[in-house]
């Protein structure tokens, strides 16, 4: 989730139950080419660990430098996005791209699987376009290239994140491999979660279901086995937000921080009353009193 998984949201997310926290995705190309904010997105804090620094290109030897970056900035896993279904980054052969070039996926994933210790991951979808399960044919291409897990996104790229996930095309790729599948797409509470587990999942990996809720890893958690747990209030919710804002703060800086929270407050303020005006309001902010000021009001349990 490019521009969301920051340093101050993985610690957020670590802290609301994940097991494994994933950075934005990094370009192997910029990193080659030595560009400075492309390595500033390698920076993992004490915080967050385990973390995989997840990185995409088209070329093996660029892919295996990018590893062995990622391995050297303290990288738990090195992930392989091959599942980004935006235009710019289909462009360049990378993301979903990737999965009409099983033979180029397969010398990816081996060039960095013996650039690096840790281990290789690789994300990728059930398919293109609605109708085809591309599923178990990369899982066995990636398993047999030395990949230690794959995390599966139960649609195909041409529906980006809306539209129902195909458990069955899941179950098909989980059944394919001996590697770990993890099941993403559309797990937003216990219910979603188990569907992915009884597909054959050996576990799950949730993204824009945290973006305004960093604690659902703890509440699917509690679902799971059984015990149960109350969401979080609205009011906890914009106490997380304010926590959010002040890591934030302290990695860039307070406007910076602030600016680069933007893209996400719509999301926190989703549903409350004067959201739209209180999002107005916040894009204009430069520090985190004025923040404080404006959020209070959505503290009150």
């Known amino acids: 989730m490019a521009g969301i998984t920051n340093a101050a949201f993985r610690i957020l997310t670590v802290e609301g139950g994940a097991g ?6 990094v370009s192997a190309e910029s990193i080659k080419y030595g560009n400075k904010k492309s390595f500033k997105m390698l920076e ?4 967050e660990h385990p973390a995989a620094i997840q990185v995409f290109g088209a070329d093996p030897s660029s ?5 062995q970056a990622a391995e050297r900035a303290g990288a738990d896993i090195v992930d392989i996005n091959a599942g980004c279904p935006v235009k710019k980054v289909l462009r360049s052969g990378s993301g979903a791209a990737l999965m009409k070039t ?11 699987v013996k650039s690096v210790k840790v281990p290789v991951t690789v994300k990728f ?4 376009t609605v109708g085809e399960n591309l599923g178990p044919l ?24 809306t539209g129902p996930v195909n458990l069955e095309a ?12 993890f099941g993403n797409g559309g797990v937003e509470n216990a219910a979603g979660a188990k569907a992915m587990l009884e597909a054959g999942c050996a576990g799950v990996a949730v993204g824009r279901a945290a973006v305004f809720n960093p604690a659902v890893f703890a509440e699917i958690a509690a679902g799971l086995s059984g015990g149960g747990t109350a969401q979080v209030s609205s009011a906890a919710r914009m106490k997380l937000f304010l926590r959010f804002l002040e890591l934030n703060a302290g990695i860039y800086g307070e406007e910076h921080g602030l600016a680069r929270a933007r893209k996400l407050v719509g999301y926190w303020l989703k549903g409350l009353p004067g959201a739209a005006g209180a999002r107005g309001a916040f894009m204009t902010l430069k520090t985190l009193k004025e923040a404080e000021a404006l959020l209070i009001q959505y503290t009150k349990e």
């Open 20 to 25: 494994l926290v994933v950075t934005e995705m």
């Open 44 to 47: 993992l804090l004490p915080g």
């Open 63 to 67: 892919m295996a430098l990018a590893a």
């Open 102 to 112: 099983p033979q180029l996926l397969a010398d990816i994933v081996s060039r960095m």
């Open 125 to 128: 979808r059930i398919g293109l």
């Open 138 to 161: 990369l899982a066995r291409v990636c398993e047999e290239a030395g990949a230690a897990a794959i995390t599966l996104h139960g649609r195909p790229a041409s529906q980006f994140h």
């Open 170 to 181: 899941v179950a098909e790729t989980a059944a394919a491999v001996k590697i770990p599948v």
